[in-house]
C-alpha cells in the first residue's frame, strides 16, 4: 500500500510556483490514499480556503485530512471561541478526525486543533484512549497510522512547545503495540524511531516540512510517500528542485518492525 503525506500548503502563502509541480508528482508516485495533516490554509479565509479546496480537486485521488492550526480563525476571535472549524468543515471536510481501514494498515485520524492556543496543540485523554484501543486490537495485523497536524515528539532545539498531552499519550501507546505517527506543524522533516519506555521504539515518527509555503525554515519544500507493508515501511522523502522546477527524491528510509519496536533496515 502506498500513501502520500503532505502537510502545511499553507494556501495564502503559497508558491504558486510549486502547486502544478506538487500535483503533477504525487499523480506520478500513484498513492493509493493521500493523507494531508492540516495547515491547508494560512488564515482561515474563505479565499484561501477556495484554493486548498481547488487544488483538493485536482489532487483526483482518494485522500484523508485533519485540520491545523491555521485553519481555524485567528483573529475572528467569536468565530475562533464559539466555531472554530465551522470553515474548515464547509471548504475541506465535515469530519475532522476520519478513518480508514485498509488491507495493510489502520489509518486513525486526531484533530489536536485547541481554539484556546495560537500554535500549541492539544490531545485530549479521550483521543488517547481510542488510539489505544485500536493498538491493541490491531497488534499483528495491520499497521497502525496516527495523523495529527501536531508532532508528538521533537527535537530540543525546537522553539515551539510540544503539544500538551504528547508525552502522556505516547506513554500509554508504547504499551499498545508499535504504530506510526505522520504530523506536520514545524515546517521541519524528521524520520525517527525513538525509545519510550523499557528500551522499546514502539513509535516511528514521520514529520514532514511544508509542501507549498513560502516559510520553509532553510529546508526545501517537500512531501513524503510511504510503501507499506506487514511490519515494514518504506518512507522517501520527495523534495522540491529549484533546477528543475519540480520534486525528486532526496532521501529513503526503510524500517521493520520486531519484538522491540521499529529498527532501521539500512
Not at 484561501?48 to 491555521?70: E, K, S
Not at 488517547?128 to 521533537?154: D, M, N, W, Y
Request: aromatic share 8%; net charge positive; charged share 25%.
Amino acid at each position: 500500500m502506498r500513501l502520500a503525506l503532505l502537510t502545511d500548503l499553507h494556501f495564502g502563502r503559497a508558491r504558486p510556483d510549486l502547486v502544478q509541480p506538487l500535483l503533477d508528482a504525487v499523480a506520478e508516485e500513484d498513492p493509493d490514499l493521500v493523507v494531508i495533516a492540516g495547515d491547508f490554509v494560512q488564515r482561515a479565509r474563505p479565499a484561501q480556503f477556495r484554493m486548498a479546496r481547488d487544488f483538493l480537486r485536482a489532487l483526483n485521488r482518494d485522500w484523508i485530512a485533519v485540520p491545523g492550526n491555521h485553519d481555524i480563525p485567528l483573529f475572528n476571535l467569536p468565530a475562533r471561541v464559539l466555531w472554530p472549524r465551522e470553515a474548515y468543515r464547509r471548504w475541506i471536510h465535515g469530519d475532522t478526525e476520519p478513518d480508514r481501514h485498509l488491507p495493510d494498515a489502520r489509518i486513525v485520524s486526531l484533530d489536536t486543533t485547541s481554539r484556546w492556543h495560537h500554535q500549541r496543540g492539544r490531545i485530549t485523554t479521550a483521543q488517547v484512549s481510542r488510539v489505544a484501543e485500536i493498538l491493541k486490537r490491531e497488534s499483528g495485523q495491520r499497521t497502525v497510522i496516527v495523523v495529527a497536524h501536531h508532532p508528538f515528539h521533537q527535537h530540543p532545539e525546537i522553539a515551539k512547545k510540544i503539544m500538551i498531552g504528547a508525552a502522556a499519550a505516547l506513554d500509554r501507546w508504547s504499551d499498545c503495540g508499535p504504530h506510526v505517527i505522520l504530523s506536520g506543524h514545524l515546517h521541519l522533516w524528521t524520520v525517527e524511531p525513538f525509545v519510550v519506555r523499557k528500551n522499546r521504539s514502539m513509535t516511528l515518527q514521520v514529520h514532514c516540512g511544508t509542501g507549498l509555503s513560502t516559510r520553509v525554515r532553510g529546508e526545501p519544500n517537500d512531501f513524503a510517500m510511504l510503501d507499506i507493508e506487514r511490519g515494514r515501511v518504506e518512507i522517501r522523502r520527495m523534495a522540491a528542485d529549484d533546477d528543475t522546477g519540480g520534486f525528486r527524491q532526496q532521501a529513503r528510509y526503510r524500517y521493520y518492525c520486531g519484538g522491540d519496536g521499529w529498527r532501521s533496515e539500512d
